[in-house]
């Protein structure tokens, strides 16, 4: 089943718009935030601009020395804390930790993740991508959720992103066992799946006041990128042949303040206080992508599988099994 809610709210935001446009006005002051991945890229914007409007960010990192110096003068080192999300006992630690302080948490906003890297296994066996991506992140949030729900008006984000289109979850090898490693479908995998957590999450949360959000960020030239060469990025449309951005990036792709701004949205808007369960990109709710003209399909609109309720609830479950397995 797909939301009611999916459609357009008008936000008067738009692709381009800036992190001092939706945040003009925001005031959070004694809230706390958690960002994962927030020492890089569009993650490292969004802690900035999160702080600027007064929050604590904690920032999980799994490379702390980068991240304090990435993060130095932002935020305090000491809210810079160890984490590994291909490392479930290390999520699980930071958990613990953060419900041991006592302290109440406004905003989770899972940010990090890993793009069409080389096939590789973590866990009880499990595909990096789907492993880092949703099963590291799942405990997290999952673990957090006691904690979110003594605080009504708390909001969760997940970062998925245009690449869900490539693919519904892979119900029958999801961590290919069985087929050839492709690992452009396997990121679209574990990008359909961080859309289908916010989905669940706000099932679970939203009769306590709690609501998820996924978030679609755009086309951004960031570190996610690092696995892959110039060939590549050229034959996708991205880049030139001497490295320069191609026409399409161009027009389309946003800058890394830009690329914050959709989550920073969904994190803070007062538009989406009675509205959770959605797919958003361009600072607004997605369009459905069947809606969407073919000229613009790549770019734009959400797939059914990525906000499909029964979808959702299955691959929590799903989830939840490969953790006690």
């Not at 109440?104 to 789907?130: H, K, T, Y």
């Not at 799946?193 to 669940?200: G, K, M, R, V």
């Not at 570190?223 to 399409?248: C, F, I, T, Y």
Request: hydrophobic fraction near 40%.
């Amino acid at each position: 089943m797909i939301s009611v809610n999916q459609k357009p709210t008008g936000s008067n935001f738009g692709a381009k718009s800036e992190p001092s446009e939706v945040l003009a006005g925001i005031e959070l002051h004694g809230k706390n935030v958690i960002v994962t991945g927030g020492y890089s890229g569009i993650g490292l914007e969004t802690t900035r601009a999160l702080k600027d409007c007064g929050a604590r960010v904690i920032v999980p990192a799994r490379r702390k020395d980068v991240a304090k110096t990435a993060l130095n003068g932002i935020i305090p080192s000491d809210d810079i804390v160890e984490m590994d999300l291909a490392d479930i006992n290390s999520v699980q630690s930071f958990v613990d930790n953060f419900i041991d302080e006592g302290v109440s948490l406004d905003l989770l906003i899972n940010n990090a993740g890993v793009m069409a890297c080389p096939e590789g296994r973590i866990g009880n066996e499990w595909e990096r991508q789907f492993g880092v991506n949703q099963i590291g992140h799942f405990v997290l949030t999952r673990g957090l959720m006691g904690v979110m729900e003594k605080n009504e008006g708390s909001r969760f984000v997940s970062l998925s992103s245009s690449a869900h289109s490539l693919t519904s979850i892979l119900w029958d090898d999801i961590h290919f066992n069985e087929t050839q490693y492709d690992k452009w479908v396997a990121y679209g995998q574990s990008k359909t799946a961080s859309s289908l957590i916010a989905i669940e999450f706000d099932r679970l949360m939203k009769d306590k006041g709690v609501r998820g959000y996924s978030v679609h960020p755009g086309g951004i030239m960031t570190p996610l990128q690092r696995h892959l060469d110039n060939e590549e990025m050229v034959a996708l449309g991205w880049v030139k042949e001497d490295g320069s951005p191609s026409d399409m990036a161009a027009s389309f792709f946003k800058s890394t303040t830009q690329g914050a701004t959709t989550s920073l949205w969904c994190a803070t808007n007062d538009a989406l206080d009675d509205i959770g369960g959605v797919f958003c990109e361009n600072c607004d709710v997605a369009v459905l992508k069947k809606e969407v003209d073919d000229s613009m399909k790549r770019f734009v609109g959400v797939a059914d599988w990525a906000i499909d309720s029964e979808e959702a609830t299955k691959l929590w479950e799903t989830t939840e099994h490969m953790l006690n397995s």
